[in-house]
């Protein structure tokens, strides 16, 4: 299993920027999946989910309304885009995924991509 993310950058307040991560090594379209993010010196924290299908989503209350979680299941892509942002939005954002590995969950995370809100 592999998750790889991209997208993150500079970006000013007010601004927008899109998140990608791209899985691989399982059966994408059977598996939910989250973004979680990880402000310096915090905990990493739950942001968006969103079900196998793309039906149904789910959004911190902190994001509510300025992100939108979505996904493509033909090219195995996970996406985030987030609108009016927030200095307290800069954080490493990760993509997480919890796949049946030989009968066993496990946990992945891919490695990251840092976002950085500020003028």
């Known amino acids: 299993v592999q998750l790889v993310e991209s997208g993150g950058g500079l970006v000013q307040p007010g601004g927008s920027l899109s998140l990608s991560c791209a899985g691989s090594g399982f059966t994408f379209r059977n598996y939910g999946m989250s973004w979680f993010r990880q402000p310096p010196g915090k905990e990493r924290d739950w942001v968006a989910i969103?079900?196998?299908?793309?039906?149904?989503?789910d959004y911190a209350d902190s994001v509510k309304g300025r992100f939108t979680i979505s996904r493509d299941n033909a090219k195995n892509m996970l996406y985030l885009q987030m609108n009016s942002l927030k200095p307290e939005d800069t954080a490493v954002y990760y993509c997480k995924a919890r796949v049946n590995t030989n009968g066993v969950i496990r946990t992945y995370w891919g490695q990251g991509t840092q976002v950085t809100v500020s003028s």
């Open positions: 969103i079900s196998s299908a793309g039906g149904t989503t």
